[in-house]
Structure formats: structure tokens, C-alpha cells
């Protein structure tokens, strides 16, 4: 299974973006959405799971989601610090015992493995920063370890 992980999209969702994500099973948006239209747009490619972001006045998105596939569980968080969590991020991490952790807000592209589990933050694809490309990744399930691939959207 491959799941489609993308963040930071203020709006704007490239063609490039559809391309990179079409024939995933899935899409995790990790929020700063814009308009719900967008949603809708990313819903016609696969089943959807959105976070609030911190820019988004939406009502209705939960603040976190866990997804479970297999024996994956994935946490969707808009703000995570993986290397300094907070006390409330720590309770959630102790309830949910993810294998991934995905979340965004930063608009630069991560992945790194912690105390074993896999944190990846996609990038921002809508709206990048700091001389980045716009991004977003590819999630692959098809074994014990999750593997992620970074696809820039040129």
C-alpha cells in the first residue's frame, strides 16, 4: 500500500501535485489546507484523512488523526518538533504508539527515525520557502518498515 503525504498547500495545489499523487491508496494531508475545495480536489484521486493546520478557519478538521493500516499506525499532526515534544504530543504518542508520524508545518521536507518511529513531513507543495521546490511524499507499507520517498514537484 502507498500512501500520498502532503502538507502546506495555503490554496494552492499544483498539477504537479495530482500527478505525484495519483495511484496512491491513500492521502494524509498534515493541514494549512485552504479552501475544503482543496480536499475535495485530493479526494478524487484516493480516501482522504485531514488535520487542522494553524492557518486554516475551517471548523470541523480534528487538531490529530491516527490511521491504522496493517500494523502501521500513523499519527497526522500539523505541529510536531520531533526532536523536543511537547508534554501533550508525548501523552498522544503513549495513547496512540504510532510507527509514522507525519506532519507538516514547517514547509521543509523530513524523515527521520526516533526512538522507532518514522517522523516524515512531506514539505509544503502549495506554498514552499527558503529557496525550497514544492513537495510531497510517498509513504510505501508493503512491509514491517515503512518506507518514504520525497517527490519534488518540478
Excluded: K
Excluded at 482543496?38 to 488523526?65: C, K, M, Q, Y
Excluded at 508534554?87 to 507538516?104: H, K, M, N
Excluded at 526512538?115 to 510517498?138: D, H, K, M, Q, T
Aim: charged share 20%; net charge neutral.
Amino acid at each position: 500500500m502507498t500512501l500520498g503525504l502532503i502538507s502546506d498547500t495555503h490554496g494552492r495545489l499544483p498539477p504537479a501535485a495530482l500527478r505525484a499523487l495519483a495511484g496512491v491508496d491513500r492521502i494524509l494531508h498534515a493541514g494549512d489546507v485552504g479552501p475544503p475545495s482543496l480536499i475535495a480536489e485530493l479526494a478524487r484521486l484516493a480516501p482522504v484523512t485531514v488535520v487542522h493546520g494553524n492557518t486554516d478557519s475551517h471548523a470541523g478538521w480534528p487538531d490529530f488523526e491516527s490511521v491504522e493500516i496493517g500494523p502501521h499506525r500513523i499519527l497526522v499532526e500539523h505541529i510536531v518538533s520531533p526532536h523536543h515534544p511537547s508534554p501533550s504530543f508525548r501523552l498522544r504518542l503513549q495513547l496512540v504508539r504510532p510507527t509514522v508520524v507525519v506532519f507538516g508545518h514547517t514547509h521543509r521536507p523530513f524523515a527521520e527515525t526516533l526512538e522507532g518511529i518514522l517522523y516524515v513531513n512531506p514539505g509544503s507543495a502549495g506554498a514552499p520557502r527558503f529557496g525550497l521546490p514544492p513537495s510531497i511524499c510517498r509513504l510505501h507499507l508493503d512491509g514491517d518498515r515503512p518506507r518514504h520517498t520525497f517527490v519534488e514537484l518540478a
